[in-house]
């Protein structure tokens, strides 16, 4: 084939205008143009021709009268469905939908505090919730208690009035990169829980790649199974997202499809350490090669793993590399209130150098009030979160977390090697450290879902492909708990293996259905229903 002369292209582009108007020249030029980048933006974008498609026609059908009536009738059922369940779990309980007129009783106070804390129909104190908990007694509790009463003013917005604070704050965060084995350039910042720590270390990436690299359409590229609030972090930041499916055995990233899916435009590479649904670890030592490889940052949630991944080589427990202590790894989130067993409200993410994190910062300097700067979401925090932390880590010290973790991994392990030892069910890949996954290739999974629901065991629901988890904590490790669970498991099992062919009801169905339909955004207002349904008052209550 011979080769096309520029002298052949250029008279072909000056055919096509001849005889014609300057205004048609112009037209034919934008709208050229405009097309041009249209494709170019088609061709480019994370998202599928086929899902946009898709999603499209989804749009589309929601606007025939017919089909729109009945989303919102089922809607409004979802919904009663959802209120009901709030209003019978307070049934014991007064509601207050007017300030008082007058001053109440401290200890009055006080007694209504403790029923409203005493309505669940879980015994979480008891080990019968996934998670949720991961520490109590009742001397932890006490200090906690006493930390609060004397902090709970204390805000590090003002660092000149409560320099205290921000000290400790500083020391959590340091000691924290030297458990993870950060250097000394290791830094970060402590947020109200791990989806704060991953939505501000998107919007460092972000705003680094559009820095450094003059990035205008950032991409983070990232495991199927990454906690849902890399997601948010997406739709708050206008980040696009390309998903990476994982291995149907082991349930982590396929190494091979996230290389292909780098872009000039992706500011992060993303792994779990481990994933929320399943337990696993992705292989953050290829993942870390990759970073090194194309310049990218690499981030390491490891908000679930959090100190108990730290500390299981201390305890005795094989752990592949998965921190600051692997070449290419630039950041973490770590969840001092979940292993690290700090009350609710405290995370951390960490970076391997100060340049990503004032990527993070937000600052202000037109503002009639002065100079405004954040490290974060928060203006004002509560400096009684951070003094409650600080205390935690104190109180326990490495020697107090290797011996908890040893604890907690050693329940975890034996409950997972009970569970692969019932048949009719599965364990999902190999679990990293306290949470295991069990599906079923004989029944429909949910069904023993609600089966251990009926026996007050309050459990994880996972969907594509569907599956339930246990995450193992302290609570899990007091005698006898570990085994009224398998016992528990086995009992359903055998029962529901009786007639494998039941259908899904109650909440399972619900559930179930869910799963099933391929416009997601129906589910989505129907997820939008059960939030609302949480914040659920009566009408017409004086």
């Not at 059922?77 to 309980?93: G, Q, S, Y």
């Not at 990454?226 to 696009?240: P, T």
Request: hydrophobic share 40%.
């Amino acid at each position: 084939m011979l080769p096309i002369k520029p002298s052949s292209v250029t008279g072909f582009i000056n055919g096509i205008f001849v005889g014609k108007q300057p205004w048609q020249i112009s037209a034919t030029t934008a709208i050229s143009v405009i097309a041009g980048l249209w494709i170019w933006d088609m061709l480019t974008d994370s998202e599928s021709i086929y899902e946009k498609g898709k999603r499209q026609v989804f749009r589309l059908a929601k606007k025939i009268p017919y089909v729109a009536e009945k989303i919102r009738v089922e809607g409004e059922n979802v919904l009663r469905v959802f209120e009901n369940e709030m209003a019978e779990a307070n049934k014991n309980l007064d509601y207050c939908l007017k300030l008082p007129q007058t001053r109440t009783d401290t200890v009055q106070i006080l007694n209504a505090v403790r029923d409203h804390l005493g309505t669940s129909k879980y015994n979480w104190k008891k080990g019968y919730v996934s998670g949720t908990v991961y520490y109590y007694d009742e001397k932890l509790n006490d200090l906690m208690a006493e930390v609060v009463r004397i902090s709970c003013y204390a805000n590090p917005l003002h660092p000149d009035v409560f320099p205290g604070v921000c000290k400790m704050e500083a020391e959590i965060i340091k000691c924290a990169v030297d458990l993870f084995h950060g250097t000394e350039d290791g830094c970060g910042v402590m947020t109200s829980g791990g989806t704060e720590s991953i939505i501000m270390a998107c919007k460092a990436y972000r705003d680094y790649a559009k820095e450094t690299r003059g990035v205008k359409r950032p991409e983070i590229v990232l495991p199927r199974t990454a906690h849902a609030a890399f997601d948010k972090a997406g739709s708050y930041l206008g980040m696009r997202l390309k998903h990476i499916d994982v291995d149907s055995h082991t349930m982590s990233v396929n190494i091979s499809a996230m290389k292909r899916a780098i872009t000039r435009n992706t500011v992060m590479l993303v792994g779990s350490s481990p994933n929320f649904p399943y337990g696993t670890i992705d292989n953050i030592e290829e993942i870390a090669k990759l970073g090194l490889k194309y310049n990218i940052p690499v981030h390491v949630d490891c908000c679930l793993g959090s100190f108990i991944a730290a500390f299981m080589p201390e305890a005795g427990f094989k752990v592949p590399p998965f921190d600051f202590g692997v070449a290419g790894v630039t950041s973490m989130s770590v969840d001092t209130h979940k292993y690290g067993f700090a009350p609710k409200g405290t995370s951390l993410v960490l970076y391997s150098k100060p340049e990503y994190r004032r990527c993070q910062y937000y600052t202000s300097l037109s503002w009639p009030g002065g100079h405004y700067g954040s490290p974060s979401v928060s203006g004002s925090r509560s400096g009684a979160v951070i003094a409650e932390c600080w205390a935690t880590m104190k109180y326990f010290g490495k020697e107090g977390y290797i011996e908890a973790t040893r604890e907690i991994v050693s329940v975890s392990r034996y409950i997972e090697e009970g569970l692969r030892q019932i048949e009719g069910i599965f364990v999902f890949g190999q679990p990293f450290s306290t949470v295991i996954a069990v599906g079923s290739e004989q029944f429909h999974i949910y069904r023993l879902s609600q089966a251990l629901s009926d026996k007050k065991w309050n459990l994880n629901m996972l969907q594509f492909p569907f599956g339930f988890h246990i995450c193992i904590t302290q609570l899990h490790t007091a005698p006898g708990v570990a085994d009224q669970f398998l016992n528990d498991v086995k009992e359903a099992v055998e029962e529901i293996l009786k007639n494998p062919d039941v259908s899904l009801s109650g909440k399972g169905a619900v559930y179930g259905m869910s799963a099933s339909v391929p416009d997601r955004s129906i589910v989505g207002d129907f997820t939008k229903f059960y939030i609302d349904a949480l914040f659920y008052t009566p009408k017409n209550t004086n």
